[in-house]
């Protein structure tokens, strides 16, 4: 082709245009962020940053979790189950029927604390097989009618629990307020009552905003079919602190509610003597009642999961980085090494 | 001359928003124009159904076609000059006001929730909503379940609304626009959207025209009017526009006109118009060069009045703004495989739910109706009654229904939105890419098709024109052959020497506005006024150059008033090259009317008749003039292709001159030359008159006009004296070869597909590197079906040896082997029309795979779309055509990806493209750089967003499997709700328009990285399997550490859920931190951004003690637990994919990954070294 260069231009006025064109030009204008070049952080995973997050990793999960399973071990827990126990042996072939019954519902258990508890010592019942969070059963309920007076007619959700005798709205409505447990402990240790707190079980941001002090119980329990607990109907709903902390319902089938808190310290091999009501019917769905008592630790409960689970995964993050480190050492590849391209690896055809 | 280059050059961000869901917005007068009947070729990728014949004569019959259809008189339209109220009163005309904004205030929610719900995804969104609305199945409550949908819908109809406000505002200022109109005989003003078909309008000089009317009279006196088109389809050079003889002279405010117009149907070819005109009872016929058009402005004229023939919508301005073509990209149509197979998921874990819910139902189906926690009975009332419970079989349908409605975002529906705003961020990217503006037509890159950016990762196949697109398109006169005589001045000229040709007459000196090389004895030859036969017939063929061609010339005023330039303007860059050389050489064409020229020949001005014209056809391929010369003898002048030209000239005559011109054309041609033959016949009066009756009858025909002209050019073009040719270089545009040897290099198959000759098509390809000196050529070039055969069995028999001889073996991968393979093949267009369509093609396509370089020159439009055709059809690798003229429509229509130059030949390639911008060689950045970037984004983020989806509906579902499959959620509807909306959307967009795995320098200088998107790295299936298996496991981690932790407690399910909806964020953005590739601040701001959003958002609605969840953020942020549990989810779901990752990028690397070490450890060095050494390894042969 030749070289020459073209001779062509354009006339006289090609300063003029040249100029004119500089200022309406549509060049983008240069900026770091337009053309993507904004200064930026590459991390690449290299061996030894993996061998140092696996470290890492490790070095903090093991001691949380030393830490955590000790924390469960400390808690001292007593699980009494009694829901069979509790049924007079005549009727431990029809229990619905005697739970249905008029008969006398107490029932005497006894309890060995096995280590020294220190107070607070909480006071749970556990209930196995109940879906609380059965969707037709969580839908039942009305947060507004609990609130305020004034939305007492505000049943609408609360079916089939709504109202009584057709037209009547019952407060608080719903299957969750329907189904309150109704179980009673008391306990006594060598003939003497221990004290159970049942102030304060509930969140106090409960009481202060979602169930309201004006609310009084009105028509409760009061259906054919009696769900559970009756209310007084002259303490308001923030004060029932038993509805307030059912009415949280639970996330698992199997879960514990808050009874009461017992403020004095129990020794070991001290024997508790525990007169229980038993009347509450889990018995049409084979449901399990436990009675708990447990002390605390910063994780909650008694419970070793976390503890172990921390421990799996520092030691297998541990191990990681041996391996890593071996393989590494055995086998290493320098980062960046062109002889691992695609093209390079096989020139003859790929 | 042309610093104003058309205003929608450049297209904003916005509207190219706009055109992703319809059509761009068009604030100017002219809306976007396409062109023709390409609107057939609209169809979806591979879903071909119209059968498309490529070979050249379908152009024929479909002229034919039309001018039958023509006289029939249903179709035709009749307007009756003057007489606005007769023309409208049978057929109601669409009147001139043009509505552009698609609804009214009326219609605007109705129609735009209509087109909105066109789209699967909403209409899936919608049934989702209402079916959560039927009592049985209320799963979230009204608010939360509408409110995507809502919020999806308002964002949409707020654009759509705003869009129709603009082109509501622009219709109505179009819309009072003036013109005068005339109205009793009296020109009055009157507002554009008055105007009537029938009328008579009066256009001043530089005023835009109203509607489409035929001229009658212009200032001219001649008839002649000029007309700049750059809003209609962007050319900005002045096109003539004729009046007829007959109306020129009539004034109509004095003589009444009457009269009768029978045009065709509205239609959108705005290159077409066929109609005839009855006036005083003759009856004369027009043709496109008789209206102007909607849109175009009147320029050079005092004025112009002609009658409106189409207005308004009708208008081919109007027809023809239609969006741009709907494409839809390869990524995406993969991606809806993987939607199945989601769907396939979806239903599974739905058929899971409801057959453990059906099980669970009738074990206890006794119990039901006193389980506390079901309660079936309803005893509230006076009778008991079964409460919400509606049979077994029902329940289970119902627990279905509602399993969908739960888990519908495994579907990704935000997945459209956020593909839709990330193609949009890397359009914005690309369009403010200073590397992709071109600084001599001051254009920037265009996105005119938003769906389609990744494809630009996977491109297999480029498929380039020639003219215009690997070179300028700046045609440069370089030689002439006269009479036998080579002139290619090469001689070192000073620059005083050429100062240019100048005439000065009056005082006033004109002066051509280009300059041209001049060869000193051509010129001496040229000036001399001896009467050598030599001298005669330079006279006679620079005669020819200046007159035979449709070129107007114009004065341009200088800062020097006695000095005057004159710019010549016209519609095929050959011929101005061929006039300003004309011009330089002392043949300076003045004036041009329709019915005559002033040459100014060395100093004296003479005046030739132009008594006939033939224009130029692509089936002819010359044109020619009949000239009256001041001398009384008639002179035809034919200028056209060789192939063509050489078979009229009287061979008789001279033969050595025609053979010594034949092998002048051979050597131009070889250089890369486009050569033009020049001939010419003097007529005799006898032959005059039978050429001018049947020239007259043949141009007033009203059946099949075009071909009964193009007979009586065959006639008069015969026995030609041979008077020499030309050869025009056209230089290659900056950094071609370089741009080849890259995207060859990339592994990409580049073919050219030219018009041009073949021999000019081959020394292209050598300039252009395609073709190198140990390339072995396989050339095809037969002319019938038979030879045709034998040559691709011959061919493909060569080919394979040559495969075999370099020792390449076909292999699967495809990377660079085609590169390695020293063939290349050279079809010409008549092979074509006997192999395209036939069972040739797939031995064609066969032979073609095996080669690394095609180039198929002498190709028709048509033919060029076949050959796409050919290999889109054959193979699932990607295509891409680029091209800058009319002719390439076809073709960028046909590829999977249309690249349009935006360069000299007008602007058809851009209107039809999917990308427009300057220069061939911006095709590597745009190929190798931001096709690279946007596949790989694409291909994580809806791998991503199918992952992040799927992730939270596992959580749900496992909780299902612990409420007795009654699909409670403990997670809130709102945060379900604004999960995908808000918690998680952000990171994703702002990864997938920003995050780069490599520089572009890498990419650059590494163009086998390229191969990623070929490989399809960043998408595929088994990716997509693997993400899969890694959701479920981060779903098992993220929901059963917390059931085991939390197991036998007092957890509520506000704080579980709460739990588990922060736990499920953070995991999904850290599983995103942990593969973006490059940190910058908006990605750190997206990303912790997003999980203090979430925070605050959950605490937000756990604030409400209307909800159920009051405070319980609060409450269970408090205990350790929490934390401990959402750090252990982190590590644990995190942890297989973070082993695997590590060891699949050490060991078995990437290329990618191996760039980006280099890239960061600074080793590139290292791989320079190497690139040099590979250099050898790709260009074997020449060892």
Not at chain 1, 43 to 49: A, E
Not at chain 2, 43 to 55: A, E, L
Not at chain 2, 202 to 215: F, G, R, S, Y
Not at chain 2, 577 to 603: K, N, P, W
């Amino acid at each position: 082709m030749s070289p020459n260069t073209p001779t062509s231009s354009s006339g006289g006025t090609g300063s003029a245009d040249s100029s004119a064109a500089r200022r309406n030009s549509k060049r983008p204008k240069y900026s770091r962020f337009t053309q993507q070049e904004l200064p930026a952080c590459k991390p690449i995973l290299t061996p030894r940053w993996v061998i140092s997050a696996f470290m890492l990793v490790s070095i903090v999960f093991i001691p949380i979790g030393v830490a955590s399973l000790f924390a469960s071990r400390d808690v001292v827990e007593i699980v009494d189950r009694y829901e069979t126990d509790c049924i007079p042996q005549r009727f431990r072939n029809d229990k619905v029927q005697y739970i249905q019954s008029s008969e006398d519902k107490s029932c005497n258990r006894s309890i060995k604390v096995p280590k020294r508890m220190k107070q607070p010592i909480y006071v749970y019942y556990q209930l196995d097989n109940f879906y609380q969070n059965h969707r037709r059963y969580v839908k039942s309920r009305s947060d507004k009618q609990l609130r305020e007076n004034s939305s007492a007619d505000d049943v609408s959700s609360c079916k089939p629990e709504a109202y009584t005798n057709g037209k009547v709205p019952i407060v608080p409505c719903g299957l969750i307020a329907w189904s309150l447990f109704n179980d009673t402990y008391s306990f006594s240790r060598k003939n003497q009552q221990l004290a159970v707190n049942k102030k304060g079980i509930s969140w106090k941001s409960d009481r202060e905003h979602k169930f309201g002090k004006e609310v009084f119980p009105k028509h409760f329990q009061s259906g054919t079919l009696r769900g559970g607990a009756d209310l007084d109907d002259s303490i308001p709903l923030s004060e029932q602190e038993d509805l307030i902390v059912w009415m949280r319902t639970a996330a698992l089938p199997t879960f514990r509610k808050l009874y009461g808190k017992i403020e004095v310290d129990l020794e070991a091999d001290d024997v508790i003597d525990v007169t229980l009501k038993n009347y509450y019917n889990t018995y049409s769905f084979s449901g399990k009642k436990k009675l708990v008592l447990s002390t605390t630790s910063w994780l909650g409960g008694k419970n070793d999961f976390m503890g172990i689970a921390y421990l799996t995964v520092g030691g297998l993050c541990f191990f990681l980085a041996m391996a890593f480190t071996i393989v590494y050492l055995v086998k290493p590849r320098q980062l960046g090494d062109p002889s691992y391209l695609s093209w390079n690896r096989n020139p003859a055809g790929h | 001359m042309d610093s104003k280059r058309p205003a929608e050059n450049s297209l904003n961000i916005e509207s190219g928003f706009a055109s992703t869901t319809r059509r761009g917005i068009a604030a100017n007068s002219v809306r976007e124009v396409n062109f023709g009947d390409q609107h057939h070729h609209h169809h979806h990728r591979g879903v071909s159904t119209k059968h498309v014949r490529y070979g050249s004569r379908a152009t024929d019959s479909e002229v034919f076609s039309v001018s039958q259809r023509e006289i029939n008189d249903e179709d035709a339209r009749l307007v009756y000059i003057n007489d606005p109220g007769k023309t409208n009163e049978r057929f109601e005309f669409a009147g001139n006001s043009v509505r552009t904004g698609k609804y009214s205030i009326l219609t605007f929610l109705p129609r735009n929730l209509f087109e909105q719900f066109h789209r699967v995804a909403y209409i899936y969104f919608l049934v989702i909503a209402v079916l959560n609305q039927l009592p049985q199945l209320v799963v979230f409550g009204r608010g939360a379940s509408i409110l995507p949908l809502a919020f999806v819908l308002l964002v949409t109809t707020v654009k759509d609304a705003y869009e129709d406000y603009r082109r509501h505002r622009s219709d109505r200022i179009e819309n009072n626009r003036l013109a005068l109109v005339l109205v009793n005989n009296q020109f009055h003003s009157k507002r554009w959207k008055d105007i009537q078909v029938g009328e008579i309008i009066k256009l001043q000089a530089n005023e835009t025209i109203p509607c489409d009317m035929v001229v009658l009279s212009t200032s001219d006196p001649t008839g002649v009017a000029y007309v700049q088109t750059i809003n209609l389809d962007g050319e900005s050079n002045l096109k003539t526009r004729y009046a007829k003889q007959e109306t020129l002279s009539k004034f109509p405010e004095k003589d009444m006109i009457c009269g009768l117009i029978r045009c065709e149907k509205p239609n959108r070819n705005i290159y077409g118009f066929q109609a005839n005109m009855e006036i005083d009872g003759k009856k004369l016929s027009l043709g496109p060069s008789n209206v102007l058009l909607r849109g175009c402005e009147l320029k050079n004229t005092g004025w112009a009045i002609g009658v409106a023939v189409y207005a308004g919508r009708e208008t081919k301005a109007m027809l023809n703004s239609s969006g741009a073509s709907c494409k839809r990209s390869r990524l995406e149509s993969r991606m809806n495989f993987e939607i199945i197979v989601l769907s396939v998921f979806l239903i599974a874990l739905c058929t899971v739910v409801s057959v453990c819910a059906a099980v669970w139902l009738r074990r206890h189906r006794h119990e039901l109706d006193f389980l506390p926690f079901y309660r079936r009975k309803n005893y509230s009332k006076g009778k008991v009654e079964n409460y919400n419970y509606y049979g077994w079989g029902m329940e289970i349908f119902f627990t279905f229904l509602m399993s969908v409605i739960v888990f519908q975002i495994m579907i990704p529906i935000s997945l459209y939105i956020s593909m839709e705003l990330v193609r949009v961020g890397q359009a914005y990217f690309m369009i403010r890419d200073t590397q992709l503006y071109d600084e001599t037509s001051n254009s920037r890159f265009q996105c005119r098709a938003l769906n389609i950016n990744e494809d630009l990762g996977q491109i297999k196949y480029v498929f380039s024109d020639k003219t215009g697109t690997l070179t300028e398109n700046k045609m440069e006169f370089q030689c002439a052959s006269i009479g036998g005589v080579d002139y290619s001045g090469r001689k070192g000229i000073s620059e005083e020497e050429h100062a240019g040709y100048s005439v000065r007459v009056d005082g006033i000196i004109f002066r051509p506005k280009m300059k041209v090389n001049v060869d000193p004895e051509l010129q001496q030859l040229a000036q001399s006024r001896k009467n050598t036969i030599k001298c005669k017939q330079v006279h006679d063929f620079f005669l020819a150059l200046a007159a035979c061609n449709a070129i107007v010339p114009l004065v341009i005023d200088t800062s020097d008033p006695t000095t005057k330039l004159i710019d010549y303007q016209g519609e095929s860059p050959d011929e101005q090259a061929l006039v300003y050389a004309a011009a330089t050489y002392g043949f300076m064409l003045i004036e041009r009317t329709s019915g005559h020229i002033v040459i100014d020949i060395q100093g004296q001005r003479q005046r030739f008749n132009v008594l006939g014209l033939h224009e130029f056809d692509s089936d002819r391929k010359r044109m020619s003039v009949i000239l009256g010369c001041p001398d009384k003898t008639v002179k035809v002048f034919v200028k056209g292709a060789d192939t063509t030209m050489l078979s009229v000239i009287d061979e008789s005559v001279n033969q050595n001159t025609l053979h010594a011109t034949e092998v002048h054309l051979h050597a131009y041609s070889s250089m890369g030359l486009r050569t033009l033959v020049v001939g010419m016949r003097e007529l005799n009066p006898s032959e005059f008159e039978q050429w001018h009756t049947s020239f007259e009858a043949a141009s007033t025909a009203l059946i099949g006009r075009a071909a009964l002209l193009r007979k009586v050019a065959g006639n008069i073009e015969s026995n030609l004296i041979i008077l020499g040719a030309s050869g025009i270089e056209d230089k290659l545009q900056q950094g071609v070869p370089e741009a080849i040897e890259s995207l060859r290099t990339a592994g990409i198959k580049v073919w050219v597909l030219t018009g041009d000759k073949q021999e000019t098509a081959i020394s292209i390809g050598y300039s252009s590197k395609l073709l190198t000196s140990t390339t072995r050529q396989i050339i095809i070039n037969s002319n019938s079906k038979e030879s045709c055969r034998r040559c691709l069995q011959q061919a493909t028999a060569t080919a394979k040896k040559l495969v075999t001889v370099s020792g390449v073996t076909c292999d699967t991968e495809g990377t660079s082997v085609a590169a390695l393979t020293p063939a290349a093949l050279i079809v010409d267009g008549t092979s074509l029309v006997y192999i395209l369509d036939s069972e040739l093609e797939e031995q064609l396509f066969k032979l073609a795979s095996k080669c690394s370089v095609v180039l198929c020159c002498r190709v028709a439009p048509l033919q060029k779309a076949g050959i796409v055709d050919l290999v889109k059809s054959r193979t699932t690798d990607m295509t891409l055509a680029i091209g800058d003229g009319a002719n390439d429509v076809s073709m960028i229509q046909m590829a999977d990806v249309g690249v349009g130059i935006s360069g000299q030949e007008g602007r058809q390639a851009v209107m039809a493209s999917d990308f427009a911008m300057g220069q061939f060689r911006f095709l590597v950045p745009l190929l190798l750089v931001h096709g690279h970037w946007n596949y790989q984004r694409m291909g994580y983020a809806i791998l991503y967003n199918f992952y992040r989806n799927a992730v939270f509906v596992f959580v749900l579902f496992w909780y299902v499997l612990f409420t007795c499959f009654s699909l409670t959620t403990a997670i809130t509807e709102w945060s379900s709700v604004l999960y995908s909306v808000l918690y998680t959307s952000l990171p994703t967009i702002v990864v997938g328009i920003l995050d780069k795995d490599l520089g572009r320098r890498t990419l650059l200088k590494y163009p086998q990285l390229y191969g990623a998107g070929h490989r399809q790295e960043c998408y595929n299936s088994k990716l997509f399997w693997l993400g899969m298996m890694d959701t479920v496991w981060q779903s098992l981690a993220a929901f059963f550490i917390p059931v085991f932790a939390y197991w036998g407690s007092t957890v509520d399910s506000s704080s579980i859920g709460d739990l588990w909806t922060i736990a499920v964020v953070i995991l999904v953005n850290l599983h995103l931190a942990m593969d973006v590739i490059r940190w910058t601040w908006t990605t750190h701001a997206a990303i912790w951004g997003s999980i203090v959003a979430t925070f605050i958002c959950v605490s937000v609605i756990d604030a409400f003690p209307s909800l159920v969840g009051y405070w319980a953020i609060f409450h269970v942020a408090k205990t350790g637990l929490f934390w401990l549990c959402l750090l252990g989810i982190v590590v644990v779901a995190l942890l297989p994919r973070f082993v695997v990752k590590f060891l699949y990028q050490y060991y078995s690397p990437c290329d990618v990954q191996i760039a980006r070490e280099a890239e960061k450890f600074g080793n590139l060095r290292e791989l320079g070294a190497i690139q040099k050494e590979m250099d050898p390894v790709l260009d074997r042969p020449q060892r």
